[in-house]
């Protein structure tokens, strides 16, 4: 057997944004026909690692290999140039023009001048060939499923001065099982061309099934590349979230209340609730009084659990009771009415208000109940504001800054104010505590089993296993848009670490 | 914080630039011609004593604009924009008209009618008609926008092309002349001295003020207009909102109608509320609202719209033939647009304190 | 089988509906006005709106490149072109110059704005709309009035019959304008790349610049594009009216803009054709046809017609959209 060859190799790469070190002395390397699969969880620097291979961002430090020679990637169009694809997870082509003019548009044949459609047909219909994906390139890009739409991107990206390597960014994210094993066909083709592959993705399962090697990012750097074969599903959960196996022998005990779930009061009983497409039917109870915490990986379905019992989405299987009362209506203003209330994951697209001061994001959704025509008076909302900004010591100048000028950790505050200012009986916090600084995520852990000793019901939904652990009463798990496992009282981080991974 | 100064306040202000842009207009009609400012009181035979001068003639006609642009602001406000407002204009016009007027179809116009001086219906019904109009026009524009979801600017399209065709229909086709005095007193009568518009383009100032700054209305609209989703999320109805910021939008430009409609003594179908969309989007824009959406203040809007006629008027007295003033005004539209442009706007940001949310003295 | 026609009938439907619009039109108004039914009638659509299918051209062009694009100046531009080139011809210079003044000024100005869309990142909306209050500004500035033109040139132009054989019916040569310019832009449309990059942006801007498509200098051209066809539209109109006059073609970016509607395009880009303009630009002269030849019905409901008519076309393309985006 020949020696494998490397094509891509990264030595040393390190990359700073302002205020935070994204890439630090991080390796990787590429084998010539090979799938590599690069995993890690939000902030681990995947995407910037990309960037700095195909020219979007220029590495600070380090140098890269392309087949031996060092290059200097300069730009996207110049990462084209050297044979390096890249594949989105947003499909980048247009719709509205036939699959041929998505392949070849670009370098297409011409004759005298003007477009020589025949030709490009036949081009177009030889590279798909190539694929063996079955596909009539006269049609619009828009009449194929957005699977066939990821091939077209990937054929395009092939056929552009024969590339060697492949990038593929969360392919899989809008597929389903038969589509992906289309992929994944045409991706064993290619690895039989000798091309590089690395495929990104936050699908265990799917890593599992196609990579020959993976690499571990977290916090900017380089926990390993491993053989697939030779890493258990645990080891890769537990290198992702940056623990050992030995460690995880140690147990941490999740504490316990005086009271058990039996004599809690139920608050909100979801039996069965799902939406097609992103989370299977769970069944969900919350009590007062108590914490449940949410453990998965990146894409297991948690933010589309809470979002259904929100009401952002209205669910199409099973039923949601509140108190008793079953819910037909589905609205982020119903749920407020109720008494609920959701922190988003995303503070930014989803939570903040950016131009709106500290002051009118607090009484957003407060006035939000109160309707339009009572409005908070200046004093309330003075008060108010003044009131949280103390209880969560918010960091801010005055009141009548504007939120999008304060740090991370205190936008995630203020919107934590707006839903306390509203008095829910059930919380939901989405990663409440990423990208917080220390001092503040224990502050809001603390905060959160307080709300819970005076009667709330709070969810606690969380990347990092330590705090979910901590926080919690109970903690469920979701893996692949499902929910796996429930634990109460005594859990330990392995526990939840396998039923992540998916071992029992 | 308590010792900011009124300055300090004013500078911070949305109002600001406009203003300074006025103020500059006026200091230029000052030096070049001292006569634009005379102000004297006449002796009017159906109106009374009443001030008379270039200043005054700038606020009585500039009112309907003024109005236009308090709908306008709101609109904006939502992230949207209302091009049928010229059209909503010619609508309310041809309503009163027609509701005056007797001769109906194609009847003949005699000269009975001519000088009856009286109207088939009660003047408050027909201005209760107009108003009527007018809104409903909105909220057909609204309900496009936040129910349908198609994109402002093709919903209100629609209105535009489809809008003076309506009020062709109500008027027959004809460019109605209106014979009834009493009509004629919005556009130009007198109280105490003021022209009515002024009170008119104030009053409705002061509704719309009292509607986005003393109920939760202003605060939702902004936020709607910032970042719709994370309102929407803080359990925010954002449909109803843009439906409102339509809907009061087509009020204000059924009001419009009115006063241009008395002014005039007609209603045109084809010429009335020509091009207003461009001049109250323009006064907007001077008045420093972002045509992205969110903050917003409605009395900066107000001195962008007395700018823009300022502007025409100086233009007007100045002698430069009528002609002229279409190229002109497009030189001060390239203007404000290159001022506000995001690159001015980063190298203000730069030069000024970042602006607070000083509503008290904005409006 | 089945399937074929159903795919045909789905990526051209709008177009076959057009057509059959027209049909339906101009068979309704034959049998109400039986002088209808002279070949004549049929082109003297041509003739009557040669300049409205020469600027709806360009208008689709615009509008088919996405980004909320549109040119409101075209109306100004024809304004611009008929008085400038009225007052050139009287102060003696050959129209031989004139008239590749005229498209230079056209290409120009439509650059220019196309610059400032891309570049200054303003809204094209407010972008062309300023263009028109420029050119129809300036046009009020070269003459208040109307400027007749008496070159020679012109007139053998504007008042040579064209016969057609086999019919009884005649042409002039400035109708051919429109035509020819159309068979232009369904070859740029459909066998250049700067046509195809336009329907790519149209449909996703972001993407069309990620596989590379000259994106920043596509949007330029296509205003420039829709410049020309302006310009070709005044000199058009001034040789029908032979003058120039500031009031012309006052509205005609309305009328335009429903044309290319009914045509089929849709006012977010990336669909729709030049060919479906030609027959929105024919429904609308057919409609005026018709009022003309009942005679009682005033002008104005012409616009109520052209009104209702973008309303349902507007309605249809968002029903096809929304089924399409569904899938």
Same mark, same amino acid.
């Given at each position: 057997m020949n020696e494998p060859i490397d094509v891509v190799r990264m030595l040393d790469i390190t990359k700073s944004f302002p205020g935070v070190v994204a890439l630090e002395d991080v390796e990787f390397t590429l084998r010539k026909g090979e799938i590599h699969a690069l995993v890690g969880e939000n902030g681990a620097g995947k995407s910037t690692l990309i960037k700095v291979l195909t020219g979007v961002e220029q590495p600070d430090h380090g140098t890269i290999q392309l087949e031996g020679q060092v290059v200097q990637v300069r730009s996207p169009q110049h990462s084209q140039e050297l044979g390096i694809s890249t594949v989105y997870q947003e499909v980048n082509l247009c719709t509205n023009i036939s699959v041929a003019e998505n392949i070849m548009l670009g370098r297409e044949p011409r004759r005298f001048g003007s477009i020589h459609w025949p030709k490009m047909n036949e081009q177009a219909r030889n590279a798909i060939n190539r694929l063996s994906i079955d596909v009539d390139v006269t049609q619009p890009l828009g009449n194929y499923s957005v699977a066939i739409q990821q091939m077209v991107a990937i054929t395009r990206a092939l056929e552009i001065l024969s590339a060697k390597v492949l990038i593929l960014d969360e392919p899989t994210s809008s597929l389903d099982i038969h589509e992906t094993n289309l992929l994944f066909d045409v991706m064993r083709k290619l690895k039989n061309e000798s091309i590089g592959i690395i495929f990104i993705t936050h699908f265990l399962d799917q890593v599992y099934q196609i990579a020959d090697r993976i690499t571990v990012l977290r916090n900017g750097k380089l926990v390993g590349t491993y053989e697939a074969s030779s890493l258990s599903r645990v080891e890769l959960v537990a290198k992702m979230l940056g623990r050992s196996l030995t460690e995880l022998d140690a147990i941490a005990r999740v504490k316990s209340h005086e009271k058990d779930t039996e004599e809690k009061q139920q608050l909100v009983e979801a039996k069965g609730l799902g939406l097609a497409g992103s989370l299977e039917p769970v069944d969900l109870e919350l009590y007062a009084n108590d914490v449940l915490g949410v453990a998965g990986l990146l894409g297991s379905g948690r933010t589309e659990m809470a979002g259904l019992v929100f009401g952002i989405d209205a669910p199409d299987s099973g039923s949601l009771v509140v108190e008793g009362e079953k819910v037909s209506k589905f609205s982020p203003l119903e749920s407020l009415k109720r008494g609920i209330a959701l922190c988003p994951e995303d503070r930014k697209a989803e939570g903040i208000?950016?131009? *709106?001061t500290v002051r009118e994001n607090i009484i957003l959704a407060l006035q939000a109940r109160y309707g339009w025509l009572k409005f908070l008076s200046p004093q309330r909302q003075n008060e108010i504001a003044d009131r949280y900004i103390e209880l969560l010591g918010i960091v801010t100048p005055?009141?009548?800054? *504007?939120?999008?000028? *304060?740090?991370g950790g205190n936008q995630q505050k203020v919107i934590l104010a707006r839903w306390l200012a509203t008095n829910p009986k059930v919380l939901i916090l989405d990663e409440p505590t990423r990208g917080v600084d220390v001092g503040a995520k224990t502050e809001i852990q603390k905060l959160v089993m307080e709300l819970a000793e005076e009667g709330k019901s709070c969810v606690f939904i969380s990347s990092e296993l330590e705090e979910v652990v901590r926080v919690s009463d109970r903690v469920a798990v979701l893996r692949d848009r499902k929910k796996v496992a429930e634990y109460a009282g005594d859990v330990d981080d392995k526990t939840l670490i396998q039923a992540m991974a998916g071992e029992a | 914080m308590k010792q900011t100064s009124f300055f300090k306040k004013l500078r911070r202000s949305q109002i600001f630039w406009p203003l300074v842009a006025w103020v500059l207009i006026l200091i230029f009609d000052a030096i070049v011609e001292p006569g634009f400012f005379r102000l004297g009181i006449i002796e009017d035979p159906a109106y009374g004593k009443h001030l008379y001068g270039n200043l005054v003639d700038v606020f009585n006609n500039g009112a309907p604009l003024m109005l236009v642009a308090i709908g306008m602001t709101l609109v904006i406000a939502t992230g949207g924009v209302d091009l049928s407002v010229g059209a909503v204009i010619a609508i309310s016009a041809a309503m009163g008209a027609v509701l005056i007027n007797p001769a109906l179809g194609n009847e003949l116009i005699t000269n009975e009618i001519l000088t009856r001086n009286a109207t088939n219906t009660p003047l408050p019904l027909i201005v209760l008609a107009g108003l009527a109009a007018g809104t409903v026009c909105g909220l057909w524009n609204g309900l496009l926008v936040s129910?349908?979801?198609?994109?402002p600017m093709v919903a209100t399209l629609i209105l535009m092309v489809a809008g003076r065709g309506i009020a062709q229909l109500i008027t027959n086709g004809q460019i109605m002349t209106i014979y009834y005095t009493p009509y004629f007193w919005f556009g130009n009568g007198y109280i105490l001295g003021l022209p009515v518009s002024i009170y008119i383009v104030a009053g409705v100032l002061l509704l719309a003020w009292l509607l986005v700054r003393k109920t939760a209305i202003g605060l939702f609209i902004e936020s709607v207009g910032i970042n719709a989703k994370s309102t929407y999320y803080s359990g925010i109805n954002e449909k109803n909102v843009k439906l409102l910021a339509y809907a009061f939008c087509g009020f204000c430009g059924a009001i419009a109608g009115l006063i241009l409609s008395s002014y005039v003594h007609s209603a045109d179908g084809n010429n009335n509320g020509l091009n207003y969309e461009l001049d109250a989007i323009l006064a907007v824009v001077m008045g420093g609202t972002l045509m992205t959406g969110g903050r917003f203040s409605l009395f900066a809007s107000v001195i962008g719209a007395l700018v823009i006629w300022t502007f025409t008027v100086t233009v007007y007295s100045l002698g430069v033939p009528a002609n002229a003033l279409l190229a002109a005004k497009a030189v001060l539209v390239l203007l404000v647009i290159l001022l506000y442009s995001d690159y001015s706007r980063r190298l203000m940001n730069r030069l000024f304190e970042r602006r607070g949310s000083q509503h008290d003295t904005a409006n | 089988m089945i399937q074929r026609t159903r795919a045909f009938a789905l990526r051209h439907g709008s177009l076959l509906l057009t057509i059959a619009v027209f049909v339906l039109t101009y068979f309704v108004g034959s049998q109400l006005y039986p002088a209808m039914q002279k070949p004549q009638v049929f082109f003297n659509l041509f003739i009557n709106d040669a300049s409205l299918l020469l600027v709806s051209i360009g208008m689709t062009m615009v509008i088919l490149s996405g980004g909320g694009g549109i040119d409101l100046s075209v109306g100004g531009v024809i304004a611009l072109v008929s008085t400038a080139s009225a007052a050139l011809l009287r102060s003696g210079i050959s129209p031989y110059i004139v008239l590749p003044l005229m498209i230079l000024l056209g290409i120009a100005l439509g650059g220019l704005m196309g610059w400032i869309i891309q570049y200054?990142?303003?809204?094209p909306f407010i972008a062309t709309l300023m263009g028109l209050f420029f050119a129809r500004g300036m046009a009020y500035i070269i003459s208040l009035t109307s400027v007749t033109i008496t070159d020679e040139m012109y007139k053998t132009f504007a008042l040579t019959p064209i016969h057609i054989p086999f019919l009884k019916a005649y042409i002039y040569p400035t109708t051919l304008v429109g035509p020819i310019m159309l068979l232009v832009a369904i070859y740029l449309s459909f066998f250049t790349r700067f046509g195809r990059t336009i329907y790519a942006m149209g449909n996703n801007e972001q993407s069309a610049m990620l596989m590379g498509l000259p994106v920043a200098r596509t949007k330029i051209m296509v205003y420039a594009f829709s410049g020309l066809c302006s310009a070709l539209g005044g000199i058009v109109f001034s040789m029908s009216l032979l003058a120039g006059y500031g009031q012309f073609a006052s509205g005609m970016e309305l009328d335009s803009i429903a044309a290319v509607v009914i045509g089929g395009t849709s006012l977010s880009g990336g669909i729709g054709n030049v060919i479906g303009t030609l027959f929105g630009v024919l429904i609308h002269g057919t409609i005026v046809s018709i009022l003309q030849f009942n005679g009682t019905l005033s002008s104005w409901w012409t616009r109520i017609g052209v009104g209702l008519l973008t309303l349902i076309a507007i309605g249809v393309q968002s029903i096809f959209f929304l089924r399409t985006k569904r899938k």
């Open positions: 208000v950016g131009d *709106l005055s009141a009548e800054q *504007l939120v999008r000028n *304060l740090s | 129910r349908v979801g198609i994109q | 200054l990142k303003v809204q």
